[in-house]
């Protein structure tokens, strides 16, 4: 059975910095592409980061993407937190596939697996 366990939401001011883990079980973790996506009420689950360290344009130099094959987690530090980055965190995974760019990662339905997301708010 596949799992996919986030941890490390919380509520924190603008400005501040929290660190996201995912703990991955059940499939082999190094043969499969990973992502981090968010959703915002009424808005559509967005790419954050993910693949060969892409990252979305809106948080690019803030936050930091990684992954530990050898204990199938991966991380995200997020820093300089903005009330626009409140949303519900999710990481994903899919069968590595030849990809090239950002785009080659940034979309959700190309994912096979999910976690059940870690609740990110960001007040000002």
């Known amino acids: 059975q596949v799992q996919l366990v986030e941890s490390g939401g919380g509520l924190v001011q603008a400005g501040g910095s929290l660190r996201l883990s995912c703990v991955v079980s059940g499939l082999p973790f190094s043969s499969h592409d990973m992502g981090w996506f968010r959703q915002a009420p009424g808005k559509e689950r967005e790419f954050v980061a993910g693949?060969?360290?892409y990252y979305a344009d809106s948080v690019t130099g803030r936050f930091i993407f990684s992954r530990d094959n050898a204990k199938n987690m991966l991380d995200l530090q997020m820093n300089s937190l903005k009330p626009e980055d409140t949303a519900v965190y999710y990481c994903?995974?899919?069968?590595?596939?030849?990809?090239?760019?950002?785009?080659?990662?940034?979309?959700?339905?190309?994912?096979?697996?999910w976690g059940q997301g870690t609740q990110v708010t960001v007040s000002s």
């Open positions: 693949g060969r360290n």
């Open positions: 994903a995974a899919r069968p590595r596939k030849f990809a090239r760019g950002r785009f080659g990662y940034s979309s959700a339905d190309e994912y096979n697996y």
